[in-house]
């Protein structure tokens, strides 16, 4: 028996149309097993590539990429998931993880490296990445691979952000308190009476 929280459709309001939750996580069983499960894969890559205008995925769902995905995408269905995906070049690992993300309703981010890429650049794309998760709160898939190691300083970063969840001396102070300033209003409207 399986288990899986990206069988549901998205929520919809009947009366206005709205979408209330575009991605339902309802951890539950399949009971039509992996057929089921290759199923709802397919439509949901279906709706990735006619959405997508830049990438497509053409994957072969066979059974242990389908075992992977459901692992990949119930690491990060997890408050603070994270997964170190290993395998030969090639295997499908960053494709999952991309499949993942868009049932999760992640936002997917994978760092262009070019010859002056340096730890300044990387700092920036982390700050905007910060910023797409706490101002939106919208989940974030950050894919980083070896190849993306131009200095070993980047490991000691994205160690940091595994382990606490912040980059020390990530945000300079005058910027950190207009984040403050900006989150005010968002906070109030989430939490009232804090």
Avoid: W
Avoid at 107 to 136: C, R, S
Avoid at 153 to 179: C, H, R, S, W
Wanted: glycine share 8%; net charge negative; proline share 4%.
């Amino acid at each position: 028996m399986y288990f899986v929280d990206f069988l549901r459709e998205p929520v919809v309001d009947d009366e206005t149309g709205e979408t209330l939750d575009a991605h339902p996580s309802n951890y539950e069983a399949v009971p039509g097993g992996i057929a089921e499960i290759r199923a709802r894969v397919e439509a949901l890559q279906k709706r990735f590539n006619e959405e997508s205008k830049v990438m497509k995925l053409n994957l072969v769902l066979f059974n242990d990429a389908l075992l992977h995905l459901m692992r990949i995408s119930r690491l990060m269905a997890m408050a603070r998931g994270s997964g170190l995906l290993v395998g030969v070049g090639g295997s499908g690992k960053q494709s999952l993880a991309r499949l993942a993300a868009y049932i999760n309703g992640a936002y997917t981010f994978q760092i262009t490296v070019t010859k002056m890429y340096n730890i300044t650049n990387l700092f920036e794309d982390i700050k905007q990445l910060y910023k797409i998760a706490g101002f939106k709160g919208q989940p974030v898939c950050f894919l980083f691979t070896d190849a993306e190691v131009k200095d070993e300083a980047f490991l000691e970063y994205i160690n940091q952000i595994l382990m606490t969840g912040e980059v020390a001396g990530l945000f300079p102070k005058d910027e950190l308190d207009m984040i403050i300033n900006d989150m005010r209003p968002i906070m109030k409207q989430a939490a009232p009476g804090v």
